[in-house]
Protein backbone atom coordinates (compact mmCIF):
# COMPACT_ATOMS: atom_id res chain seq x y z
CA UNK A 1 0.00 0.00 0.00
CA UNK A 2 1.46 3.07 -0.69
CA UNK A 3 0.55 4.70 2.17
CA UNK A 4 2.97 2.29 4.06
CA UNK A 5 5.57 2.91 2.04
CA UNK A 6 8.83 4.12 3.38
CA UNK A 7 10.62 7.47 2.53
CA UNK A 8 13.70 6.76 1.21
CA UNK A 9 15.62 9.87 0.65
CA UNK A 10 18.57 10.21 -1.94
CA UNK A 11 21.60 12.54 -0.61
CA UNK A 12 24.70 13.46 -2.27
CA UNK A 13 27.74 13.96 -0.15
CA UNK A 14 30.95 16.25 -1.15
CA UNK A 15 34.08 16.30 0.21
CA UNK A 16 37.02 18.24 0.03
CA UNK A 17 39.74 16.67 -1.63
CA UNK A 18 42.47 17.82 1.75
CA UNK A 19 42.25 15.63 4.67
CA UNK A 20 39.52 17.09 7.32
CA UNK A 21 38.63 17.71 9.69
CA UNK A 22 36.16 20.61 7.70
CA UNK A 23 33.00 22.52 8.83
CA UNK A 24 30.07 20.76 7.00
CA UNK A 25 26.89 22.49 5.41
CA UNK A 26 23.63 21.15 4.65
CA UNK A 27 21.80 22.47 1.32
CA UNK A 28 18.61 22.49 1.12
CA UNK A 29 16.64 23.21 -2.26
CA UNK A 30 13.88 25.12 -3.16
CA UNK A 31 10.12 23.87 -4.17
CA UNK A 32 10.03 21.35 -6.91
CA UNK A 33 13.99 21.39 -6.95
CA UNK A 34 15.79 18.45 -6.00
CA UNK A 35 19.52 17.68 -3.85
CA UNK A 36 21.45 20.16 -5.80
CA UNK A 37 24.31 18.13 -6.60
CA UNK A 38 26.30 20.86 -8.33
CA UNK A 39 26.45 23.03 -6.01
CA UNK A 40 27.56 20.53 -3.14
CA UNK A 41 30.65 19.72 -5.23
CA UNK A 42 31.16 23.67 -5.46
CA UNK A 43 31.26 23.87 -1.59
CA UNK A 44 33.11 20.83 -1.11
CA UNK A 45 35.94 22.84 -3.62
CA UNK A 46 35.20 25.43 -0.58
CA UNK A 47 36.44 23.11 1.83
CA UNK A 48 33.12 22.31 2.68
CA UNK A 49 31.80 19.00 3.74
CA UNK A 50 27.98 18.90 1.87
CA UNK A 51 25.26 17.09 2.28
CA UNK A 52 22.42 17.65 -0.45
CA UNK A 53 19.13 15.88 -0.68
CA UNK A 54 16.04 15.39 -2.08
CA UNK A 55 13.30 16.75 0.44
CA UNK A 56 10.28 15.26 0.61
CA UNK A 57 7.09 17.37 -0.78
CA UNK A 58 9.23 20.46 -1.02
CA UNK A 59 11.06 18.11 -4.30
CA UNK A 60 9.23 17.85 -7.71
CA UNK A 61 8.21 14.34 -7.38
CA UNK A 62 8.61 13.52 -11.12
CA UNK A 63 12.29 14.37 -11.14
CA UNK A 64 13.49 13.15 -8.03
CA UNK A 65 13.88 9.19 -9.42
CA UNK A 66 16.98 8.01 -6.98
CA UNK A 67 14.22 8.48 -3.94
CA UNK A 68 10.59 6.83 -3.01
CA UNK A 69 8.19 7.29 -0.49
CA UNK A 70 4.28 7.46 -0.95
CA UNK A 71 4.92 11.76 -1.65
CA UNK A 72 6.32 10.83 -4.92
CA UNK A 73 2.87 9.55 -5.94
CA UNK A 74 1.54 12.63 -5.13
CA UNK A 75 1.52 16.30 -6.94
CA UNK A 76 3.79 18.33 -6.07
CA UNK A 77 2.13 20.78 -2.76
CA UNK A 78 -0.01 17.82 -1.56
CA UNK A 79 -1.25 17.23 1.77
CA UNK A 80 0.95 20.17 2.84
CA UNK A 81 -1.90 22.21 4.18
CA UNK A 82 -3.30 19.67 6.57
CA UNK A 83 -3.02 17.91 10.06
CA UNK A 84 -5.71 15.87 9.51
CA UNK A 85 -6.06 13.33 11.59
CA UNK A 86 -2.16 14.26 12.53
CA UNK A 87 0.41 16.61 12.16
CA UNK A 88 2.42 13.72 10.81
CA UNK A 89 0.00 13.78 7.65
CA UNK A 90 1.48 17.01 6.24
CA UNK A 91 4.01 16.36 3.89
CA UNK A 92 6.37 18.95 5.62
CA UNK A 93 6.48 16.30 8.46
CA UNK A 94 8.55 14.06 5.70
CA UNK A 95 10.63 17.19 4.74
CA UNK A 96 11.87 18.16 8.23
CA UNK A 97 12.52 14.72 9.16
CA UNK A 98 14.90 14.19 5.70
CA UNK A 99 16.11 17.51 7.33
CA UNK A 100 17.05 16.55 10.45
CA UNK A 101 18.33 13.16 8.96
CA UNK A 102 20.02 14.73 6.68
CA UNK A 103 22.06 17.02 9.39
CA UNK A 104 22.56 14.10 11.16
CA UNK A 105 24.38 12.12 8.18
CA UNK A 106 26.58 15.33 7.50
CA UNK A 107 27.52 15.50 11.41
CA UNK A 108 28.67 11.81 11.30
CA UNK A 109 30.91 12.08 8.49
CA UNK A 110 34.26 10.94 10.21
CA UNK A 111 35.66 14.27 9.05
CA UNK A 112 32.94 16.75 9.82
CA UNK A 113 34.06 19.17 12.62
CA UNK A 114 30.93 19.07 14.28
CA UNK A 115 31.01 22.06 15.89
CA UNK A 116 31.14 23.79 13.11
CA UNK A 117 27.92 23.12 10.97
CA UNK A 118 26.11 25.34 8.94
CA UNK A 119 22.44 25.24 6.98
CA UNK A 120 21.92 27.05 3.48
CA UNK A 121 18.52 26.75 1.73
CA UNK A 122 16.58 28.64 -0.59
CA UNK A 123 12.48 29.47 -1.23
CA UNK A 124 10.97 26.50 1.25
CA UNK A 125 14.41 25.41 1.71
CA UNK A 126 14.74 28.71 3.09
CA UNK A 127 12.23 28.40 5.15
CA UNK A 128 13.37 24.46 6.54
CA UNK A 129 16.70 26.74 6.94
CA UNK A 130 14.66 28.38 9.79
CA UNK A 131 12.91 25.49 10.64
CA UNK A 132 15.48 22.98 11.68
CA UNK A 133 17.96 25.90 13.21
CA UNK A 134 15.48 26.43 15.73
CA UNK A 135 14.90 22.62 16.16
CA UNK A 136 18.40 22.16 16.44
CA UNK A 137 19.57 25.26 18.56
CA UNK A 138 23.00 24.70 19.50
CA UNK A 139 24.14 22.26 16.98
CA UNK A 140 23.72 24.91 14.25
CA UNK A 141 27.32 27.57 14.31
CA UNK A 142 25.71 29.55 11.16
CA UNK A 143 22.75 29.63 8.84
CA UNK A 144 21.60 31.51 5.14
CA UNK A 145 18.34 31.77 3.87
CA UNK A 146 17.48 32.54 0.43
CA UNK A 147 14.10 34.63 0.74
CA UNK A 148 12.26 31.50 3.21
CA UNK A 149 11.18 32.77 6.68
CA UNK A 150 8.85 31.74 9.37
CA UNK A 151 5.30 33.64 9.97
CA UNK A 152 3.46 32.41 7.58
CA UNK A 153 0.61 33.90 7.93
CA UNK A 154 2.37 36.81 6.74
CA UNK A 155 3.17 35.55 3.58
CA UNK A 156 1.61 34.56 0.42
CA UNK A 157 1.04 31.07 1.46
CA UNK A 158 -1.25 32.59 4.14
CA UNK A 159 -4.41 32.15 1.99
CA UNK A 160 -3.81 28.24 2.38
CA UNK A 161 -4.07 28.75 5.95
CA UNK A 162 -7.36 31.07 5.13
CA UNK A 163 -8.62 28.19 4.29
CA UNK A 164 -8.75 25.83 7.31
CA UNK A 165 -10.44 24.95 9.77
CA UNK A 166 -9.38 27.93 12.91
CA UNK A 167 -8.07 25.05 15.19
CA UNK A 168 -6.33 23.25 12.68
CA UNK A 169 -4.88 26.78 11.86
CA UNK A 170 -3.32 26.92 14.97
CA UNK A 171 -2.02 23.62 14.92
CA UNK A 172 -0.32 23.84 11.83
CA UNK A 173 1.23 27.12 13.18
CA UNK A 174 2.46 25.68 16.38
CA UNK A 175 4.15 22.61 14.51
CA UNK A 176 4.98 24.03 11.35
CA UNK A 177 5.43 27.83 11.43
CA UNK A 178 8.94 28.28 11.41
CA UNK A 179 8.27 31.80 13.12
CA UNK A 180 7.43 29.77 16.08
CA UNK A 181 10.75 28.38 16.09
CA UNK A 182 12.82 31.51 15.97
CA UNK A 183 13.29 32.17 19.42
CA UNK A 184 15.39 28.45 19.71
CA UNK A 185 17.73 29.40 16.98
CA UNK A 186 21.13 30.13 18.66
CA UNK A 187 22.98 30.19 15.05
CA UNK A 188 24.17 33.81 13.50
CA UNK A 189 21.38 34.32 11.08
CA UNK A 190 21.15 35.79 7.60
CA UNK A 191 18.43 36.29 5.78
CA UNK A 192 18.50 37.57 1.65
CA UNK A 193 15.30 38.50 1.00
CA UNK A 194 13.59 40.13 -2.60
CA UNK A 195 11.74 43.61 -1.50
CA UNK A 196 8.99 42.60 -4.23
CA UNK A 197 9.34 38.97 -3.38
CA UNK A 198 5.75 37.11 -4.10
CA UNK A 199 5.91 34.37 -1.33
CA UNK A 200 7.92 35.65 1.88
CA UNK A 201 6.90 39.64 2.00
CA UNK A 202 9.05 41.94 4.40
CA UNK A 203 6.65 41.91 7.62
CA UNK A 204 7.56 37.53 7.60
CA UNK A 205 11.35 38.44 7.05
CA UNK A 206 11.55 40.83 9.89
CA UNK A 207 9.47 38.98 12.48
CA UNK A 208 11.20 35.95 11.72
CA UNK A 209 14.82 37.77 12.39
CA UNK A 210 13.11 39.58 15.35
CA UNK A 211 11.97 36.40 16.78
CA UNK A 212 15.76 35.23 16.94
CA UNK A 213 17.50 36.10 20.49
CA UNK A 214 20.98 36.16 18.80
CA UNK A 215 23.44 37.69 15.62
CA UNK A 216 21.21 38.41 12.86
CA UNK A 217 21.53 39.74 8.87
CA UNK A 218 19.45 40.84 6.46
CA UNK A 219 19.72 42.34 2.81
CA UNK A 220 16.72 43.35 0.93
CA UNK A 221 17.27 43.33 -3.19
CA UNK A 222 14.98 46.64 -4.29
CA UNK A 223 12.24 46.02 -6.92
CA UNK A 224 13.20 42.19 -6.79
CA UNK A 225 11.11 39.22 -7.00
CA UNK A 226 12.58 35.89 -6.09
CA UNK A 227 15.48 36.79 -7.28
CA UNK A 228 18.99 38.69 -5.49
CA UNK A 229 20.39 41.23 -8.48
CA UNK A 230 22.71 42.49 -5.64
CA UNK A 231 26.52 42.18 -5.92
CA UNK A 232 26.80 38.94 -4.07
CA UNK A 233 25.05 36.60 -6.37
CA UNK A 234 21.66 35.02 -6.54
CA UNK A 235 20.24 31.84 -5.35
CA UNK A 236 22.53 28.98 -4.40
CA UNK A 237 24.92 29.26 -7.47
CA UNK A 238 28.32 29.52 -7.56
CA UNK A 239 29.05 33.59 -7.70
CA UNK A 240 26.35 34.06 -4.52
CA UNK A 241 29.54 35.72 -2.17
CA UNK A 242 27.16 36.93 -0.02
CA UNK A 243 26.71 33.18 1.30
CA UNK A 244 30.62 32.21 0.74
CA UNK A 245 31.56 35.30 2.82
CA UNK A 246 28.81 34.36 5.31
CA UNK A 247 29.86 30.71 6.48
CA UNK A 248 33.77 31.72 5.79
CA UNK A 249 33.43 33.98 8.58
CA UNK A 250 31.49 31.46 10.79
CA UNK A 251 32.21 28.36 10.00
CA UNK A 252 36.07 28.54 8.73
CA UNK A 253 36.84 31.79 10.72
CA UNK A 254 38.60 33.97 7.82
CA UNK A 255 37.60 36.61 6.54
CA UNK A 256 35.87 39.82 7.66
CA UNK A 257 32.58 40.49 9.35
CA UNK A 258 29.28 41.91 7.70
CA UNK A 259 28.71 45.46 8.28
CA UNK A 260 26.14 46.99 10.61
CA UNK A 261 24.06 49.55 10.29
CA UNK A 262 22.15 51.65 13.08
CA UNK A 263 19.26 53.98 12.32
CA UNK A 264 19.64 57.35 14.13
CA UNK A 265 16.86 60.17 14.61
CA UNK A 266 17.49 63.52 12.59
CA UNK A 267 15.44 66.68 13.51
CA UNK A 268 15.44 67.24 9.45
CA UNK A 269 12.27 66.65 7.93
CA UNK A 270 12.38 64.13 4.74
CA UNK A 271 15.83 63.16 5.78
CA UNK A 272 17.69 60.16 7.07
CA UNK A 273 20.01 59.26 9.05
CA UNK A 274 22.22 56.18 9.98
CA UNK A 275 25.74 54.95 11.13
CA UNK A 276 27.81 52.32 9.75
CA UNK A 277 30.35 50.34 11.55
CA UNK A 278 32.09 48.51 9.12
CA UNK A 279 36.20 46.53 8.67
CA UNK A 280 36.21 48.35 5.14
CA UNK A 281 35.46 51.72 3.73
CA UNK A 282 32.33 53.15 2.94
CA UNK A 283 32.15 53.60 -0.51
CA UNK A 284 28.32 55.09 -1.82
CA UNK A 285 24.98 54.78 0.04
CA UNK A 286 22.02 54.66 -1.62
CA UNK A 287 18.02 55.42 -0.45
CA UNK A 288 15.80 52.92 -1.72
CA UNK A 289 11.77 52.89 -0.23
CA UNK A 290 8.46 53.01 -1.40
CA UNK A 291 5.23 54.76 -0.76
CA UNK A 292 2.90 53.68 1.92
CA UNK A 293 -0.33 52.27 0.09
CA UNK A 294 -2.79 54.52 -0.32
CA UNK A 295 -5.51 51.95 0.65
CA UNK A 296 -4.35 50.68 3.72
CA UNK A 297 -3.15 48.17 2.51
Known sequence: VVEEMTNE???VIASPTQPGPHPGLLLLHGGQGRAPETEAI???QRGYITVALDLP?????????NSAGAWRFRPYNALVWTVTPTPSTSVLYDAIAAGLQGFELLRSQPETDPDHIGILGWSWGGYLTTQLSGLLGNQVAAAFS???????????????LGWMQTSDRALWL????????APSIRAPFFIAAAANDTYFWPPAIEQTLAAIPGETRLVYA???DHQLPVPGGTNMRPGDLLAETWFARHLQG???DF????????????AVAFHVTSTRPLLAASLWYSRPDPRGA
Do not use: L, Q
Open 174 to 181: ETFDAGRR
Open 254 to 256: SGS
Open 57 to 65: GIADPIHTT
Open 146 to 160: HYGSGFYEETWFGVF
Open 42 to 44: VWA
Open 259 to 270: PTIEWETTPRPG
Open 222 to 224: PNA
Open 9 to 11: VCA
